[in-house]
């Protein structure tokens, strides 16, 4: 086997994983490689949880949290953007990494936010690798309201923003 060449892409900081189309080996072209890099396995800035571990949390242990944290430090859903790119999970369906403007994607709460709030943008969205990701992470972890990207109390959250917006009409 030939070895593989990642063009340095896993010296980008920020980069845990990707997806590329094909593969040759040996002539052979084969479809959706998957590539971790390797600050996954680093303690500090790679995927130190699962999911699963605020799932089976209170609300009182989990409100504060913020989406991009648990998305950054568990492996789960970054896996499932990653899937979302490739022919052999979603057929001819697959998703991309959009654009919310000026080339930059449509990353993390705030771009996928950005995005679908755009009239110029938001049918984007709906083919937004990320976007689905935090759908699905937000679907599971739905103890809380991720209105903002912060988990709160669903039965509070909304009287959080009614109040300060009866204090702006004062």
Not at 5 to 34: H, I, R, W
Not at 80 to 101: A, I, M, N, P
Request: hydrophobic share 30%.
């Amino acid at each position: 086997m030939e070895p593989f060449e990642m063009d340095d892409m896993c010296t980008d900081d920020n980069l845990k994983a990707f997806m590329q189309e094909t593969y040759p080996v040996n002539g052979v072209v084969t479809s959706d490689v998957l590539t971790l890099c390797p600050i996954v396995w680093d303690d500090e800035e790679g995927w130190i949880g699962h999911i699963d571990q605020y799932e089976t949390q209170t609300l009182d242990e989990i409100e504060g949290e913020t989406m991009d944290g648990i998305v950054g430090s568990t492996g789960e859903v970054s896996l499932l953007h990653e899937l979302t790119h490739t022919k052999s999970f979603l057929g001819t369906s697959v998703l991309e990494d959009r654009e919310q403007g000026a080339g930059t994607d449509a990353y993390k709460w705030d771009g996928c936010f950005e995005l679908a709030g755009d009239v110029t943008t938001r049918d984007r969205s709906l083919t937004n690798a990320d976007t689905f990701a935090y759908f699905c992470a937000g679907i599971y972890l739905s103890q809380c309201n991720w209105k903002d990207g912060t988990c709160k109390d669903p039965a509070t959250a909304d009287d959080d923003s009614d109040s300060s917006s009866d204090s702006d009409s004062d």
